[in-house]
């Protein structure tokens, strides 16, 4: 099973309107990353999150990590072509481990 | 910016041949890692080093071998490439800062093998 689920898969939104990708876990986040990428290339890191109830903002992206530390919400104002690609999270699972377990993905499409 | 590379971008080759993937970066970070994504979007980690001369293999069993001699520096090679080989390779590094650390990814090379 997946440790870390991401929802939508995949995600088709009007340019202008606004979205929300989800990042669930069963076990604690203890660092919580997302990132973005473009189809063919590396990923791009937006934020990271550490605490419960912390959250985030860079231009129209906004990340938050509930305060139970088992779910992360990325959420775009405002959707413009530019923010098409593929968004993921990936998560310290186990506290000092220092490797990442990546979502399974979303993939974000603008349409004029 | 991350100041990580990798080369080559693209690399189609047939089976049985010998690849070497390069990745560096000049940002003096201790940690690196390879990822495999699959075309599902997932990544999985095939291999990690946490300094020169330290390699471990990752969750995903994987054919391909690494080697840390230069800080800087983290190469995969797969000795005998097959088309179950065929995939997105993207590496990665972190710096150590006690905490918890963002891994920086490289641009990713695309391996094609018929």
């Known amino acids: 099973s997946q440790e870390l689920e991401q929802s939508p898969q995949s995600l088709i939104v009007q340019e202008g309107k606004n979205l929300t990708i989800n990042c669930t876990s069963s076990k604690t986040l203890y660092g919580l990353y997302w990132y973005k990428q473009k189809y063919g290339e590396g990923l791009i890191f937006l934020m990271m999150?550490?605490?419960?109830?912390e959250e985030k903002s860079h231009e129209k992206i906004t990340a938050k990590l509930d305060e139970k530390k088992q779910q992360s919400s990325l959420h775009i104002t405002a959707s413009q072509p530019s923010h098409a690609g593929i968004y993921l999270c990936?998560?310290?699972?186990?506290?000092?481990?220092?490797?990442?377990?990546f979502g399974t993905g979303t993939r974000l499409t603008i349409i004029p | 910016e991350a100041d990580i590379y990798q080369t080559p971008r693209y690399l189609v080759i047939g089976t049985g041949k010998k690849i070497t993937l390069e990745c560096s970066q000049t940002m003096g970070h201790d940690k690196m890692y390879w990822y495999q994504q699959d075309p599902g979007m997932e990544l999985h980690l095939i291999h990690y080093s946490y300094g020169v001369n330290s390699t471990e293999k990752g969750d995903l069993s994987s054919e391909s071998t690494v080697s840390r001699i230069r800080t800087e520096h983290f190469p995969l090679t797969l000795e005998s490439a097959r088309p179950s080989h065929t995939s997105q390779y993207l590496c990665a590094s972190s710096g150590d800062r006690g905490e918890l650390e963002t891994q920086y990814f490289g641009p990713g090379t695309r391996l094609l093998v018929l």
């Open positions: 999150l550490q605490k419960g109830g």
């Open positions: 990936g998560a310290d699972l186990i506290f000092g481990n220092e490797k990442l377990t």
